[in-house]
């Protein structure tokens, strides 16, 4: 048994950008390992199911580490779900808000556990999965996505699974209503999944617990396993560990249920960065800062800070706003015009062309959302670890021009 000593505060980065030819991805190997091992102290500890939520980071060739930790991965697609399959190995739990009756199959070839977005859907696939688990001898699991209106979204649409008009998940009303046509309708399903959080704390997720149990309680008792999804923080050095893992052992004795978690962007939690190269700085007379050309897209790279302007985006050794002498816009290298961070960052000392720029929380969400618009290189993925007695930068993936190629046409 681990103590409460194994919460390690981050280790600092050790990251040369210098080092980096850019643009690239960089994740850093023991930063990423710090919050593996956090997450596995909080699976050990609180004895639940801890998953990769494969839409937030999907490096594959990093999944040999990682399966070391989590139990397996939580997807959204047939793809993913054969990705996970073929390389994580381990569990793969499937989430999609509609599945496709010509992928059903492959999809259960590759998942372990199925959770419906409604009975609809339940309904139509139920036969499926029996004879295709009878006929394989595959003890598939299924389960339902459950809405329980209660929002944690500070007006955020975007990242709010309980908006008024969410087609994510049931309602209670619904729920109860299915129940009420047919008793049954819960045959074969054996549990259930919420997922509600972004960047949340385990003090939200106990008002969650605390509301899920007044409404959907007496339904609980009768269920294998709960999903709490993802959305919590759990490897922020503020977050509380503890209290985590005691709300999960409270729930499971309480219910008498296994309890499941599916991060995604708290596995690669400021474990890694987006690393670009300056281009060229455009000064006017007329505007009251400089540009810097970066040889990053903020359009085809940093593709959730553009449709999310909040989103915090830290750049190493600078602050937002103009507190600093040499007062930055950061421009990406394509045509678009609004291809740029519209907050500015300053710097103590000038850019120059050929310096680096680091942008922090650069991996998740990021690099699955990529594009390959206007042809911009996209950026190398790249592992920062320890070889020998010195870090370095290991080339996991350069971007050819034939992966341009092959995606036009
Ligand atoms: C169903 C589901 N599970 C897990 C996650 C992962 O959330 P996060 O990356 O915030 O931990 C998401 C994110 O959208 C999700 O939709």
Redesign the pocket.
């Known amino acids: 048994m681990q103590s409460i000593g194994a919460i390690k505060k981050r280790p600092a980065s050790t990251l040369n950008p210098g080092k980096v030819q850019t643009p690239a991805f960089v994740i850093e190997e023991d930063l990423l390992k710090h919050n593996l091992e956090r997450l596995q102290y909080v699976s050990d500890m609180a004895g639940c199911t801890i998953l990769l939520?494969m839409?937030?980071w999907a490096t594959w060739p990093l999944f040999g580490m990682v399966k070391k930790y989590l139990s397996g991965v939580?997807v959204s697609s047939l793809n993913e779900a054969r990705l996970g399959f073929e390389e994580f190995g381990q569990k793969v739990h499937i989430?999609s808000p509609a599945y496709k009756p010509e992928e059903f199959h492959e999809i259960l070839k590759n998942c372990s556990h199925v959770i419906f977005n409604s009975f609809a859907q339940w309904r139509q696939f139920r036969r499926t999965v029996k004879d295709f688990s009878r006929k394989n001898k595959k003890n598939i699991e299924c389960g339902l996505r459950i809405n329980p209106e209660m929002s944690f979204g500070e007006g955020e649409d975007m990242y709010n699974?309980c908006a008024v008009d969410s087609r994510l998940g049931v309602r209670l009303s619904e729920f109860e209503k299915a129940l009420a046509e047919d008793p049954k309708v819960m045959d074969g399903l054996s549990g259930i999944h919420f997922?509600i959080?972004?960047?949340r704390d385990e003090q939200d997720l106990e008002k969650a617990l605390y509301h899920i149990e007044k409404r959907f309680g007496k339904y609980l008792k009768q269920l294998k396993w709960v999903n709490f999804?993802?959305?919590?923080k759990i490897t922020d050095d503020n977050y509380d560990v503890e209290a985590l893992i005691r709300l999960i052992k409270n729930f499971k004795k309480k219910y008498g249920v296994e309890v499941h978690l599916?991060?995604?962007?708290?596995v690669v939690w400021q474990s890694g960065t987006l690393v670009a190269s300056v281009l060229d700085i455009i000064e006017s007379e007329d505007v009251p800062y400089s540009i810097a050309i970066l040889d990053i897209s903020f359009e085809a790279h940093l593709t959730d800070f553009m449709l999310t302007p909040s989103l915090n985006l830290r750049v190493r050794g600078a602050v937002e706003g103009r507190e600093n002498k040499y007062v930055y816009q950061f421009g990406g290298c394509s045509c678009l015009a609004g291809d740029r961070r519209e907050q500015l960052y300053s710097f103590s000392q000038k850019l120059k062309v050929g310096d680096r720029v680091v942008f922090e929380d650069g991996i998740?969400y990021s690099l699955v959302k990529t594009t390959m618009f206007n042809g911009i290189q996209h950026p190398d993925i790249v592992l920062w670890k320890k070889i020998g007695k010195e870090y370095a930068a290991k080339r996991i993936r350069k971007f050819e021009y034939e992966d341009f190629k092959k995606r036009m046409g």
């Open positions: 939520a839409k937030a939580e989430y699974p997922h959080f972004f960047e999804g993802g959305g919590q599916e991060p995604g962007a708290a998740q």
